[in-house]
């Protein structure tokens, strides 16, 4: 079965360093979400590509978050520095409009001390 | 602001019992409406719909969209233990041109008990 790669799984970092989250979706996917998981919010959108372009990315705190889409393999989520409020789950999806459903990554489970 | 909202938040059934589970939402240009099971790790795709009134059936799961009243419901017949997991609700809305997000609601937890 195909599926979303996200590495590491799990980070414990300290306040101030910076964070880098990767992604490889679904190989023939145009478009990746980064999604953010916490008990308070629930599910967050925090940005999202098509076709690797950024479309939206109001759900991310621009001063310390960028996501980029180098390639169609990778996508990246960083966060520098990163804050004790930032620990969380942070999911992958990707799909393609239309499509039934998008295919999340196992998450990546970040704390910050 | 699109809006999803689900209800309850918990629920804790015997085996064998039948759920209702509640999506409710307040989005613009809709598209569609999901339903996602995560147990522990990644939420996985149960259901996508589009139309009013037309039941997607899975085994003992199914559920329908209502696009006047803007809900859906999942229902889940014979529960079984592993049934157990958070289940989300999510809307697709078009965010300009033939751009398509999703909005979630944060969940229901079931919990079935043997």
Redesign the interface.
Known sequence: DAR?TQTPRHKVTEMGQEVTMRCQPILGHN?V?W?RQTMM?????LA?F?NRAP??DSGMPKDRFSAEMPDATLATLKIQPSEPRDSAVY?CASGY?GS????????TRLTVV | EDKVVQSPLSLVVHEGDTVTLNCSYEVTNFRSLLWYKQEKKAPTFLFMLTSSGIEKKSGRLSSILDKKELFSILNITATQTGDSAVYLCAVGVNSGGSNYKLTFGKGTLLTVNP
Not at chain 1, 41 to 45: A, D, P
């Open positions: 979303v478009t979400f999604y919010q629930g599910l967050e959108l999202y098509r479309l939206d999911f409009p039934r459903g998008y295919t999340f990554g196992s998450g």
